[in-house]
């Protein structure tokens, strides 16, 4: 019988850390070895890759679907790999707990990394650098100039650039690689760092038995590396603009669905290539993760697609893509590759059929769990099967508290109290719930740590269809207590969830 596992769901933004955000410093090591203590084996993360301020500092929202957020460079590590001295470090520190300052985070990095590659050139660089460039040049060339021709044009959109940069003309971008190449090598000196450290991390974290899970967006930005690089794999217009953009039509989350905004792919053309971009993307991703989540999963079988002019996602289409073939390719290019798709919301038989096809386990959250008939909702244990993964709640949801206390109707709370048999109140219900999860026969169960802490809706993460105010939850300094980690630790060793 496979191994029953549980972990727990912390982007690494939600640490704490002196600088602002989260990052792969010392508390990410502490976190781990939380993990370990309280008997976890998995650590689901959120994209690790660039963010923007302009999007609200998504992780869902950025600028290369390879690169990782320099954001998350620990300047104690780059101390302690002699990259910087003690005098390179800011004299004041951010508050430690509360929420993420990404704008101040950004400013400070920004020094400090630039002080961290002024003494990398002084050292005359070293051969580690160059077989990361190297290794790496398939995305990380045109990454580079991206980030520097953005930086050259004010921050404006790669679609309005000069022409012969936007249309990536020969002579233009040869004579930019030559006139910024010092920019350009320091925009791979921050990658080179950023993947390093997380490289060092991940090896921790299979020392300490934690798989790694990480997640695959489905859909890249407009103004990103990727679109100005492959432009011929997108659906956009003679002037290079979306003529159709991604979202999702009205659910759980929104009324009028979710407008994304996001360029659509031309499946056709990716199919004539052998869908050479995805599998180079998969691969990079299943080379820093040990399992993916691949994100909106019913995007993959068919999409919801929205007129470029649209102001809401309501006049929107379902669109057929070829997920047979795209998943065959993939799982015979990656046949060991751990794959969960996220298949929340409203999921039609093709999706269910995909999915059953390629063995790829689906999602269930408890926090839908008691709507509706209990007799066959799908997301309650008795009715779980063992190849899924359960969740009391994600990053898109309100806390299991949160829930309880401001979302949850009189109905659902009357079925959730007879379910867990007998009453319980706003401190004692996250804990519940997950109880419930791991006693369920799912061969997985994640739970946000905001639930393990049993946090309100303070602590949400995201709130969908709403651009401002989100992914800026922080972890306090010291809640990694050790009666947390032994509390844990006994209900994971009860229902036989426990590390090996």
Known sequence: MAKRKSGILLHLTSLPSGYGIGDMGPEAYSFVDFLKASGQTVWQILPLNPTDTALGDSPYHSTSAFAISPLLISPDTLLKEGFLQESDLPSV????????????????????????FERFIERGGSKDFDGFVRDNAHWLENFALFQTLKGKFDGKLWSDWPREYRDREVDAIASAR????????????????????????????????????????????????????????????????????????????????????????KWDVLKNRGYDWWLSRISHNLSLYDRIRMDHFRGFVAFWEVGAGEKSALNGRWVEAPAMD??????????????????????????????????????????????????DNPYLPHNLRNKCVIYTGTHDNNTIRGWFEEEITPSEKMHLLR?????????????????????????????????????????????????????KWRLAPDSLTPDLARRLRLITETYGRLAG
């Open 93 to 116: 520190d951010f508050p430690l707990p509360g929420f993420c300052d990404y704008l101040a985070a950004k400013e400070i990095k920004e020094a400090i990394l630039g002080r961290a």
């Open 178 to 265: 030559q006139e910024l190449a010092e920019f350009i090598e320091r925009v791979k000196f921050y990658q080179f760092l950023a993947f390093s450290q997380w490289r060092l991390l991940r090896d921790y974290c299979r020392g300490c038995g934690i798989s790694v899970m990480g997640d695959v967006t489905i859909y890249v930005n407009y103004d990103s590396a990727d679109v100005w690089t492959h432009p011929e794999i997108f659906d956009l217009d003679s002037e290079k603009r979306p003529r159709a953009v991604a979202g999702v039509p009205p659910d759980y989350f929104s009324q009028t669905g979710q407008l994304w905004g996001n360029p659509l792919y």
């Open 326 to 375: 795209f998943f065959a390719h993939v799982t015979k290019s990656f046949p060991c590759a751990r794959i969960i798709a996220e298949d929340l919301g409203v999921i039609t038989p093709d999706v269910v059929e995909v999915m059953r096809r390629f063995s790829f386990p689906g999602m269930r959250l408890l926090i839908f769990a008691f709507g509706g008939n209990m007799a």
């Open 419 to 471: 379910y867990i048999g007998r009453d319980v109140g706003p401190q004692e219900i996250a804990w519940e719930m997950i109880r419930l999860a791991m006693m369920s026969v799912a061969a997985t169960a994640i739970f946000p740590m905001q639930d393990i802490m049993g946090l309100g809706s303070e602590a949400r993460m995201n709130r969908p269809a709403t651009p401002k105010g989100n992914w």
